[in-house]
């Protein structure tokens, strides 16, 4: 199952006080890769802070073919934007393994009327959420498959906090809304470059520098946009 490792940096942003009392409330959870947490239209139930997994929120289209819009990792919430009985329109699923906090959607609610520090945090949050799924959908339209998979390999890279990971070629194809053999050959070109390497479904990050040089600007993007998030959380501390 993996070491229970790994902080959420929103959580470890709050004043002191405010964060033990939030995770007070919270309930780790191991999720396994390829794990469902809510579908298009379903009512939210629970809210989770990664650690040290991946959640990816994905467009499922007819057929069986999908296209991820946001990824979330340490520095993110899943399951906001969200009122009572909400829902969003993806589906939320782990395409890396690892460690969540998780708390009742109600509960959660509650604490952000209580509390002006993480009503204030989570507004921001959802603002680069959303600016997050602006750019992926540009990102989807006028960049390569193999810009993509390096944009979303650093990602993974900066929130799992390990150089080797799990990774399936299915559940890479899913979130890139790509073919298997589309995949197979972004990756062969990424190994062959020096900057990956890949074996029995576990990826290696080797070169660092070679795959940001590789990614698409997005990755810069998206990357100064969450951790603006994380920064202005810690100025508005007491």
Known sequence: MGDNTGANRLLDALPIGESRRLRRALSPVFLDIETVLFEPGEPITFVDFPRNCVVSLVTPFQGGTSVEVATIGNEGIVGVPMCPGGSLAFRAVSSVAGWVDRMDAARFLDEIKADRHLHELVNDYVRAFFGEIAQAAACNRLHSNEERLSRWLLMSHDRVGTDEFAITHEVLGQI????????????ERLRAAGLISYHRGRVTIIDRGGLEAAACECYRAITTELDGVVRRAYQRRP
């Open 176 to 187: 890139l809304g790509s073919r298997r053999a589309t995949v197979t050959l972004s990756a």
